[in-house]
């Protein structure tokens, strides 16, 4: 199944797809995310939806980032970056993608897509690479208030224009790497 497919038919199959693109198995702050992403999968699941990563890197290194992070959701690899682009061509989600020795077609950085199965976009961000993230690697917005929010939109409840969630820090990642 091409990788477009497999996005396509897991959108199919649920409420919602929370979708998100992260770099590698070497990127400890993606791994940081994917364990977040692993704890809220439960909740996810129980609201009808589905977790799904997407990265630029090979299937096998997709394998390391599941042993690194726990992350046992739905994954795709997709090394020509094609559902990056797609997204981008439907306005979902505008997925920077950057060089990277080692990734002929580019890195994708970090993105979040929660999109329901009618194409509805229920939350969107991309990070735009820059020095004082890191080049992407941090300032990435916390994955539980993302989903809370979420689930209120999807209630009904109001929704403040205002909403931004806090943002991961080197400090939070140290934090979680020294204590656990």
Not at 46 to 51: Q, S, V
Not at 82 to 105: C, L, Q, W
Request: hydrophobic share 40%; proline share 6%.
């Amino acid at each position: 199944m091409d990788k477009l497919q497999e996005y396509m038919t897991l959108k199919s199959q649920s409420d919602f797809l929370f979708v998100v693109f992260y770099r590698g198995n070497w990127c400890p702050f993606c791994i940081s995310y994917l364990k977040s992403l692993q704890s809220l999968t439960p909740s996810i699941t129980a609201a009808g939806g589905t977790p799904l990563t997407i990265s630029a890197e090979p299937a096998a290194n997709v394998e390391k980032s599941r042993a690194a992070s726990g992350y046992t959701g739905a994954a795709i690899s997709d090394p020509d970056n094609f559902i990056a682009a797609k997204m981008r061509e439907r306005g979902s989600v505008d997925v920077a993608v950057t060089a990277k020795n080692g990734y002929p077609h580019g890195l994708a950085q970090p993105a979040i897509l929660i999109i329901r199965k009618d194409g509805e976009v229920l939350y969107s961000w991309a990070i735009e690479p820059k020095t004082m993230n890191l080049g992407g690697a941090t300032g990435r917005p916390v994955l539980s208030e993302v989903f809370e929010n979420t689930m209120a939109k999807l209630q009904g409840q109001p929704q403040s224009q205002e909403f931004k969630p806090r943002q991961t820090s080197i400090g939070a990642l140290l934090k979680e790497k020294i204590f656990g």
